[in-house]
């Protein structure tokens, strides 16, 4: 098929959601397809070498959105094509434009806002929101976007296969639309043996972790404000009443003022190690022996399940809010109801509840149990996988016709 893929402003960080654009183009193509890309800026033209690439505005930075003007811009791209015969399929990653396929995989603009709203303190939510002057024309853009009154196309999402209704309304039309879940997906390679075991003693190495230790990796990304310091207060008292087998916690997050003020408050500075932000999870990964996903962030916009995905990719089992993206995959009905699951949900949070949890799954039977299952389950969440299923609807949608 010949494709143009929609898509925003692309990062060259591999962490940043836009490099979802980049991995599904790039396998689309390898797959035999055509694919061109239009995008309203990127770090790097090199990106999408050698496919086809119409950029709105080279000289943007990833700060300066401006969303009617691109609107307009990429239809005229889509007319141009669709004129000189080189287009069966639209493809849009963005919010801002409906494809034929149409599949969001970043935060709506409103959810950013909420998302600042709740996990910030006000003050430095007001302060952040000043630097991102363009949300709220993004906002209108998108619900225009939704409200669209040309064909609907077919809406997708990475997330849970299953949900209740399968229809999802509200989205500004009042017309309820039907969402087609793909599923969730990692974008990490599968892992090798022996680089795993070469990034743990050197990682470990690193950030002075004795080889022995349990080491649990906790996310402080798009936390609401109780909940790295639920797990963290948790942790604490793991800590305390362990004589042997101490554990150690890495956290990765935005800022590492922040998860070192909530460490000190919790009294567990001593045994955290602050990294910030990494475009390595992989060897973070391969340093823990536990995945901690102490976010509430289902409500948030953020539907990839990312960090949850990466742990099992990895091999790694987790501890999650059910809140939390992804928690799902550790959930036993998703799992045909077997109960020996790749981690451990948490259902209502407080540090007792972590307790309980973080004292069970690092025991060396639990983890030695589970490993091997977190491992299996990763397998299943390839790219590889996403796209057999983007590539189904992609020609259930050409056969539909137009409209």
Same mark, same amino acid.
């Given at each position: &098929?010949?494709?143009? +893929?929609?898509? *925003?402003?692309?990062?060259?960080?591999?962490?940043?959601?836009?490099?979802?654009?980049?991995?599904?183009?790039?396998?689309? !193509?390898?797959?035999?397809?055509?694919?061109?890309? /239009?995008? @309203?800026? $990127?770090?790097?033209?090199?990106?999408?070498?050698?496919?086809?690439?119409?950029?709105?505005?080279?000289?943007?930075?990833?700060? %300066?959105?401006?969303?009617?003007?691109?609107?307009?811009?990429?239809? &005229?791209?889509?007319?141009?094509?669709?004129?000189?015969?080189? +287009?069966?399929?639209?493809?849009?990653?963005?919010?801002?434009? !409906?494809?034929?396929?149409?599949?969001?995989?970043?935060?709506?603009? &409103?959810?950013?806002?909420?998302?600042?709203?709740?996990?910030?303190?006000?003050?430095?939510?007001?302060?952040?929101?000043?630097?991102?002057?363009? $949300?709220?024309?993004?906002?209108?853009?998108?619900?225009?976007?939704?409200?669209?009154?040309?064909?609907?196309?077919?809406?997708?999402?990475?997330?849970?296969?299953?949900?209740?209704?399968?229809?999802?309304?509200?989205? #500004?039309? #009042?017309?309820?639309?039907?969402?087609?879940?793909?599923?969730?997906?990692?974008?990490?390679?599968?892992? @090798?043996?022996?680089?795993?075991?070469? $990034?743990?003693?050197?990682?470990?190495?690193?950030?002075?972790?004795?080889?022995?230790?349990?080491?649990?990796?906790?996310?402080?990304?798009?936390?609401?404000?109780?909940?790295?310091? *639920?797990?963290?207060?948790?942790?604490?008292?793991?800590?305390?009443?362990?004589?042997? %087998?101490?554990?150690?916690?890495?956290?990765?997050?935005?800022?590492?003022?922040?998860?070192?003020?909530?460490?000190?408050?919790?009294?567990?500075? @001593?045994?955290?190690?602050?990294?910030?932000?990494?475009?390595?999870?992989?060897?973070?990964?391969?340093?823990?022996?536990?995945?901690? /996903?102490?976010? /509430?962030?289902?409500?948030?916009?953020?539907?990839?399940?990312?960090?949850?995905? @990466?742990?099992?990719?990895?091999?790694?089992?987790?501890?999650?809010?059910?809140?939390?993206?992804?928690?799902?995959?550790?959930?036993?009905?998703?799992?045909?109801?077997?109960?020996?699951?790749?981690?451990?949900?948490?259902?209502?949070?407080?540090?007792?509840?972590?307790?309980?949890?973080?004292?069970?799954?690092?025991?060396?039977?639990?983890?030695?149990?589970?490993?091997?299952?977190?491992?299996?389950?990763?397998?299943?969440?390839?790219?590889?996988?996403?796209?057999?299923?983007?590539?189904?609807?992609?020609?259930?949608?050409?056969?539909?016709?137009?409209?």
């Amino acid at each position: &098929m010949q494709v143009l +893929l929609v898509t *925003e402003y692309v990062r060259r960080s591999s962490i940043s959601i836009s490099r979802w654009a980049v991995e599904l183009a790039h396998g689309l !193509r390898s797959r035999g397809h055509t694919v061109s890309v /239009a995008c @309203d800026g $990127l770090d790097d033209p090199a990106t999408f070498e050698p496919m086809e690439l119409h950029v709105h505005r080279p000289r943007r930075s990833h700060l %300066g959105a401006n969303p009617f003007p691109f609107q307009d811009w990429v239809r &005229m791209v889509r007319e141009k094509l669709r004129h000189v015969g080189r +287009l069966d399929l639209t493809v849009s990653l963005s919010p801002l434009v !409906r494809g034929d396929l149409w599949l969001p995989v970043g935060p709506r603009a &409103m959810d950013t806002i909420t998302a600042l709203v709740r996990t910030k303190k006000p003050l430095s939510a007001a302060m952040e929101l000043v630097h991102v002057p363009w $949300l709220p024309a993004t906002s209108i853009a998108e619900m225009q976007a939704r409200d669209h009154s040309g064909p609907p196309g077919t809406r997708l999402s990475i997330g849970p296969y299953r949900v209740s209704g399968g229809v999802g309304g509200g989205f #500004g039309s #009042g017309r309820a639309e039907q969402i087609i879940r793909l599923g969730y997906a990692s974008r990490l390679p599968a892992p @090798d043996p022996e680089e795993q075991a070469a $990034l743990r003693s050197r990682t470990r190495e690193l950030l002075g972790i004795n080889p022995s230790r349990p080491v649990v990796l906790a996310t402080a990304y798009n936390n609401e404000r109780r909940g790295l310091q *639920e797990f963290l207060e948790g942790f604490a008292q793991v800590r305390r009443e362990r004589t042997f %087998g101490i554990p150690i916690a890495i956290l990765v997050g935005r800022a590492g003022a922040t998860e070192q003020a909530a460490a000190i408050r919790a009294g567990c500075l @001593d045994g955290v190690r602050l990294v910030g932000r990494t475009e390595r999870i992989d060897a973070l990964m391969a340093a823990a022996d536990l995945v901690a /996903a102490p976010l /509430a962030a289902r409500d948030l916009g953020i539907t990839t399940g990312r960090f949850i995905c @990466d742990a099992l990719r990895c091999g790694r089992p987790v501890v999650a809010l059910r809140r939390a993206p992804g928690s799902e995959l550790l959930d036993p009905s998703w799992r045909g109801g077997d109960p020996v699951t790749p981690g451990w949900i948490i259902e209502h949070p407080d540090p007792s509840a972590w307790v309980l949890a973080l004292n069970t799954t690092l025991s060396e039977n639990w983890l030695a149990h589970r490993t091997p299952v977190a491992r299996a389950a990763g397998a299943a969440l390839s790219m590889d996988a996403l796209l057999d299923r983007v590539e189904y609807w992609m020609r259930q949608r050409v056969e539909a016709g137009p409209g």
